[in-house]
């Protein structure tokens, strides 16, 4: 099967699916409510491929991105500081979607996870839009998508803070 032809089938088999649901066999990477409850974010990885999905809650999305994992941007936790963090990035055109979330690891009691998406293009903020306090799910850290990224070949360097090939 050629690169666009699992891209299409792998968005095909998620924009039937309402946002907040990753399709079956996927693991959810980044998803939550925002704007208390009225929009959804939803990221999932389903074998080299990731998803973005972003809309309504309960309908269809109003923007919906899918990826090969070696085109989506990935910054890990560098493992500096209390703070637990890491995001990814979609492009799409000259706007890009970067997802994040985090979690202060000596928060006293359980850690609450945070997170959210901006809205960039360049390196103008167009919207910053933050997850409805305590509906953050993940897959846990690290996330999934830091070893798909290597089974796909890429190589991540601290030092200059990039993947590479």
């Not at 500081?81 to 979609?90: H, K, M, N, V």
């Not at 993940?138 to 030092?159: C, D, R, V």
Request: hydrophobic share 40%.
């Amino acid at each position: 099967m050629t690169h666009f032809s699992k891209c299409a089938a792998f968005l095909c088999a998620t924009l039937a699916i309402p946002v907040y649901a990753c399709p079956e066999g996927a693991t959810p990477l980044v998803s939550c409510p925002l704007q208390d409850g009225a929009k959804v974010l939803q990221t999932c990885l389903l074998g080299d491929h990731v998803t973005y999905a972003f809309g309504k809650a309960g309908e269809t999305p109003d923007l919906h991105l899918a990826r090969p994992v070696t085109d989506v941007a990935m910054t890990p936790w560098p493992g500096i500081g209390r703070y637990i963090w890491e995001d990814f990035t979609f492009t799409n055109g000259a706007t890009s979607y970067r997802v994040f979330y985090g979690f202060d690891k000596m928060a006293e009691g359980a850690a609450q996870l945070t997170g959210g998406v901006a809205v960039e293009q360049g390196d103008k903020v167009l919207a910053e839009l933050y997850c409805d306090a305590g509906q953050v799910i993940t897959s846990g850290y690290p996330l999934p998508l830091f070893e798909a990224k290597e089974a796909a070949g890429q190589i991540y360097s601290l030092e200059t803070q990039s993947w590479s090939e």
